[in-house]
Nanobody, 119 residues
């Protein structure tokens, strides 16, 4: 399973960005798709996730500003980020868990996309 993320960039505080991630390869079943972010010197933190039924989970910092969505047919996940703040600056990673073809909830990660929010 390969993940290709896109959509990061530089934006002013209060602006919006949309991150996209598409999974490809030999895919059987993906239960959870999500986005994590990581600041230098810190561990990754969950921003938002969505399961195959559409149930979502957001970090407190993302609630009310970010919206996660997925397209099961295309094995893709998007993160719409509105009202961005400088503290949202980080590298964002797409994540999925894959089941099947020898995987049992195996974690896969995208390459990371940098989001920079200027004040």
């Amino acid at each position: 399973v390969q993940l290709q993320a896109s959509g990061g960039g530089l934006v002013q505080a209060g602006g919006s960005l949309r991150l996209s991630c598409a999974a490809s390869g030999r895919i059987s079943s993906i239960k959870v798709m999500g986005w994590y972010r990581q600041d230098p010197g810190k561990g990754p933190e969950l921003v938002a996730s969505i399961d195959s039924s559409g149930s979502t989970n957001y970090a407190d910092s993302a609630k009310g500003r970010f919206t996660i969505s997925r397209d099961n047919a295309r094995n893709s996940v998007n993160l719409q980020m509105n009202n961005l703040k400088p503290e949202d600056t980080a590298v964002y990673y797409c994540h999925v868990d894959h089941w099947g073809y020898g995987d049992y909830g195996t974690d896969y990660w995208g390459q990371g996309t940098l989001v920079t929010v200027s004040s």
